[in-house]
């Protein structure tokens, strides 16, 4: 295996890593961003004001692309099985 083809894998793997998590914390930055500024206009301080809608939009955001995401790792697992062997020469 050599450094070229380490590396290679390695980018494709973060891309992965990086498309799926991207959902996930888009949405719970948004929220936040929001909710932070509605806290600052009204100079309300309560924590869990952030919290349970930070909860509520990543579950919806995970119950909306949890498909996808997990197509896209098994899609990515078969085609690095599938590059195992000419990894290996």
Do not use: C, Y
Not at 17 to 39: D, E, H, N, Y
């Amino acid at each position: 295996m050599t450094d070229t083809v380490v590396i290679e894998l390695a980018m494709r793997t973060m891309v992965v890593a990086l498309k799926l998590s991207a959902p996930i914390l888009l949405t719970s930055l948004v929220i936040g961003f929001t909710i932070s500024l509605f806290q600052s206009m009204t100079q309300i301080q309560e924590f869990t004001l952030a919290f349970v809608p930070k909860l509520v939009g990543v579950g919806v955001a995970l119950l909306i692309s949890g498909n996808w995401m997990l197509h896209t790792l098994v899609a990515f697992t078969h085609d690095l099985f599938d590059s195992l062997p000419s990894m290996l020469n």
